[in-house]
């Protein structure tokens, strides 16, 4: 199997996994069902054991489901693992009502993760997303506060625009941008990429394969309890063309002897040191396919070709990635 590298998370920072997982699919978040328990333990072992020591979950997880996995799967571990929290986010019944980014309610959600972790402190902590319903300052400096305390060792953001982050780097440093990022996603090149880069900040790319787009697995329609059908991207005739561009992709993994999955994990991967694949599975079955994907190269001529084929703008319809 596949060694995988490391690399320092921000100029100057932790020293993590260049492939990261997801621990999200391991719980049931959007209607789903929670995975075998004992597999995505057994899932998450596996990854340690090769060295991914980037795990990635969030407190609105299954509620606080996806927390106390995790903590289950690292007790004994905890110096093999490196924990990245999401937090604000709030759900009823799995249905999604909002954001609260009060920092009353940021020092409510740490207690509680660190409990159903069971560690003293959070590697990367972050607002899941940010919005105008509290002032970034009040978010962030909260965030300086818990790193003050002893409680969070590093700052994150997540989804959020190239003014925000200026802004909230501005008054703590940012270690990480997590983002959605893939071939078919690749509206943040604009601006949110060269400004994190510019600040010295790494990227955490989720949704590598645009929420199983780029797998070549899809076939038109989707079932229709399908929650993908939410988004215009997975709807009637713009699914038929995007999956028309996606023949393409499958014809070059054969060319090169991987999987649709694989090149879309390896594109992101390509796109710098500072950038980070981070690849949800609940099964460890995945483990081999992912990790492979890390060693497959581009010639210029293919990265040229993706490049083209996959511009920006050019897969129809839009997801929640595009807000």
């Known amino acids: 199997m596949t060694t995988i590298t490391k690399i320092n998370l921000g100029q100057n920072g932790p020293l993590v996994s260049k492939l ?39 407190d609105f997880y299954g509620a606080g489901h996806n927390e106390l996995l995790v903590g289950k799967a690292i007790r004994g571990r905890r110096d093999n693992a490196f924990i990245s929290v999401k937090f604000g986010a709030i759900f009823y019944n ?22 159903r972790l069971g560690i003293d402190t959070i590697d990367l902590y972050q607002p899941c997303r940010l919005d105008d319903s509290v002032p970034v300052e009040d978010v ?16 994150g953001v997540s989804e959020i625009t190239a003014d925000q982050l200026r802004k909230a780097h501005s008054v703590h440093p940012v270690t990480a941008l997590e983002i959605g990022y893939s071939l078919a ?6 601006d949110l990429l060269p400004a994190a880069k510019e600040l010295g900040i790494g990227v955490v790319a989720f949704a590598n394969t645009a929420e199983g787009l780029l797998t070549g697995d899809i076939e038109p329609p989707l079932p229709a309890d399908d929650y993908r059908l939410h988004f215009s991207r997975f709807q009637g005739e ?6 028309e561009k996606v023949e393409w992709l499958k014809q070059m993994a054969k060319e090169k002897g991987c999987t649709p999955t694989q090149l879309a994990i390896a594109w992101v991967n390509a796109q710098g040191s500072h950038i980070m694949p981070l690849v949800s599975m609940s099964r460890r079955s995945r483990l081999p396919e992912n990790i ?6 581009f ?3 293919e990265m040229i070709a993706l490049d083209t084929h996959f ?6 319809g839009s997801t929640y990635l595009q807000r």
């Not at 962030?140 to 409680?151: C, D, H, S």
């Not at 996603?185 to 604009?190: F, K, L, V």
């Not at 492979?292 to 190269?297: G, L, T, Y």
């Open 20 to 58: 990261g997982l997801g621990c999200m699919r391991m719980s049931p978040v959007w209607g789903g069902r929670a995975g075998d328990e004992s597999e995505s333990i057994a899932t998450i072992h596996s990854a340690l054991d090769a060295g991914i020591n980037f795990l990635n979950t969030g």
């Open 94 to 115: 799995r249905q999604w009502l909002g954001l609260d980014l009060r920092p009353i309610a940021i020092k409510n959600f740490i207690n509680y993760s660190l409990v």
């Open 299 to 301: 010639s210029p001529e």
């Open 185 to 190: 996603d690749r509206q943040i090149e604009a």
């Open 238 to 243: 713009n699914l038929v063309r995007n999956l």
């Open 292 to 297: 492979a994907a890390m060693d497959i190269a």
């Open 140 to 155: 962030i400096g909260t965030v300086g506060e818990l790193i003050k305390e002893g409680k969070v060792r590093y700052l």
């Open 311 to 316: 511009a920006p703008g050019a897969t129809l």
